[in-house]
């Protein structure tokens, strides 16, 4: 699941993000507050797909230089309407039909 996750972020394939994610799922990204932005704080799929959506659209959110780690864990470089950042996805929770169900990023 983390290559496809990684896969999309990098084409900026807002939909199949979403499809990797449960209709209730949490995703955090803490990096933005490393420029005096808010954090995303995300809950549920289709807020999730909304976001990226815009965020894609706007050119507020780019990933390079994917590098999967393990079967959880990724890391990348990834633009916030500003500076690279390194940062690194964990997905921490799976439900039941193998969906993420809590995702969290982080700078690396």
């Known amino acids: 699941m983390i290559e496809r996750v990684i896969k999309a972020l990098t084409e900026k394939?807002?939909?199949t993000i979403a499809e990797c994610f449960s209709d209730d799922c949490t995703y955090i990204?803490?990096?933005p507050s490393l420029f005096?932005?808010?954090g995303l704080f995300i809950y549920g799929k289709y807020s999730l797909e909304m976001i990226l959506k815009n965020k894609f659209r706007s050119g507020a959110f780019e990933v390079s230089e994917p590098l999967v780690e393990s079967e959880t864990r990724a890391s990348f470089f990834s633009v916030y309407d500003g500076p690279y950042v390194?940062?690194?996805l964990d997905i921490e929770e799976y439900d039941d039909a193998g969906l993420i169900k809590k995702a969290v990023v982080h700078p690396a």
């Open 13 to 15: 394939d807002y939909n």
């Open 36 to 38: 005096g932005e808010s």
């Open 29 to 31: 990204d803490y990096c």
């Open 86 to 88: 390194f940062a690194r």
